[in-house]
């Protein structure tokens, strides 16, 4: 597991992003036990303290569930797991919105783009995105 923190947000935010990401890609998958918060704080070397608060606002937030002594999991509630997922997306798009309208792009013109982009992608990869 390896994090790369940046100075701006706080780390146990980053954490929580982390543990989004790998739930979102399929890296962690719904109902797996994920490591305790002190080996947690020790695989990424943060204040034990800061890991048991990223597990707090997950476990508030229905990403994962902790049952008395048995190791934490990804939930396994397919409407948590499908929000994660949209909210990363909006995140990105939301950004992305934000940077091209800066530069005042028309959106005809950013859905060509995008379009192109995308397709471009896709042969690179062989992948299947319509």
């Known amino acids: 597991m390896n994090v790369n923190f940046n100075k701006r947000d706080p780390v146990y935010v980053q954490v929580i992003r982390h543990f989004k990401?790998?739930?979102?890609?399929?890296?962690?998958?719904?109902?797996?036990?994920?490591p305790s918060r002190r080996e947690l704080a020790?695989?990424?070397?943060i204040n034990p303290n800061t890991a048991q608060r990223a597990y707090k606002e997950m476990e508030e937030a229905g990403l994962i569930t902790t049952e008395r002594n048995l190791p934490s999991k990804i939930t396994r509630d397919e409407h948590v797991l499908k929000s994660v997922r949209k909210e990363l997306i909006m995140e990105a798009v939301d950004d992305f919105?934000?940077?091209?309208q800066s530069i005042n792009v028309p959106v005809d013109e950013v859905l060509e783009l995008v379009q192109e982009k995308y397709k471009?992608?896709?042969?690179?990869?062989?992948?299947k995105y319509d």
């Open 97 to 100: 919105v934000r940077s091209v």
């Open 21 to 34: 990401e790998q739930i979102a890609t399929g890296v962690f998958e719904p109902g797996q036990e994920i």
């Open 120 to 127: 471009d992608k896709r042969d690179d990869k062989g992948a």
């Open 42 to 45: 020790n695989r990424l070397k």
